[in-house]
């Protein structure tokens, strides 16, 4: 399989590694929002949140936890936005799972949550219906 952080999780490319741990990597993203973003990968290959299962997510959460506290300490940090692209309309460029940590600082420019699109009369309801009749179909 050709993918990048499956070659990094080899060792066969090169990465600034911040932590490992049995099932998790976190390394620098090599093209940062701001200095210190970190991204958290499970070492075996998912291609996203869909895709992923249950445990090896859980698996990887303990490592974004410690992950997160480091960035945000060890840069001085203010503020963290951890994110997670899926598919390609929400930015996912690499298609090995992984979660961003983004250390923030007062005034950085980086914008997040850009727009608000707000519901008409009685549409909330209908949103929250359409999602929870998947949710009813899945088994946990
Ligand atoms: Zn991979």
């Known amino acids: 399989m050709d993918c990048i952080f499956c070659k990094i999780i080899s060792g066969e490319i090169p990465a600034a590694k911040i932590y490992e741990d049995e099932n998790t990597l976190a390394f620098l993203d090599a093209s940062p929002n701001n200095h210190g973003h970190t991204l958290v990968v499970p070492k075996t290959h998912a291609k996203n949140i869909l895709d992923v299962s249950e445990d090896a997510l859980a698996r990887m959460m303990p490592a974004v936890k410690k992950v997160s ?19 390609p309309p929400a930015g996912q460029v690499i298609f090995h799972l992984h979660i961003h940590i983004i250390p923030r600082f007062h005034g950085d420019g980086l914008k997040v949550w850009t727009r608000k699109i707000p519901y008409k009369s009685g549409e909330m309801e209908e949103v929250a219906e359409k999602i929870r009749a998947v949710l009813h179909t899945l088994i946990f």
């Open 69 to 87: 506290k480091a960035v945000f300490e060890g840069m001085g940090a203010a503020g963290l936005n951890i994110t997670m692209n899926n598919e």
